[in-house]
């Protein structure tokens, strides 16, 4: 599947290299689009990522509808951890996971997740 906001959200991971990126993936007049957050993770940004609070709200405020989580890992190891498997779950959003070192994206949704 074709994302348009993919370049965005690598592009946003390489800023952050080598922390974590994190973002959101919502609808804005009918196109996807994404929206880079702050990571406030007080520690271990290399390996984790919370979401601004008020990012997060800033965007839903904005955007007809979420529809997705994006974070990068900068290991370039587009695999999801059990921490973002659960998170992916219990917020019921899709989570995107890109790299800083390469144009791969990688994608679960909360209905492919056992829990």
């Known amino acids: 599947m074709n994302y348009l906001w993919k370049q965005d959200a690598i592009k946003h991971a390489q800023q952050c290299d080598p922390e974590e990126s994190c973002g959101i993936v919502g609808i804005k007049n009918n196109q996807e689009r ?3 957050c702050k990571n ?3 520690e271990a940004k290399l390996e984790s990522f ?3 609070p008020l990012d ?5 405020d904005d955007v007809d509808e979420i529809i997705g989580i994006v974070h990068s890992h900068p290991q370039d190891i587009l695999e999801f951890s059990e921490s ?5 779950k219990s917020i019921d959003l899709i989570f995107y996971l890109v790299s800083p070192k ?3 994206i990688a994608i679960i949704r909360p209905d492919e997740i056992d829990a």
Do not use: G, L, T, W
């Open 34 to 36: 994404y929206f880079p």
């Open 40 to 42: 406030i993770a007080s």
């Open 50 to 52: 919370v979401i601004d």
């Open 56 to 60: 997060y709200a800033d965007v839903e």
């Open 84 to 88: 973002d498997k659960y998170s992916c």
């Open 102 to 104: 390469s144009d791969k």
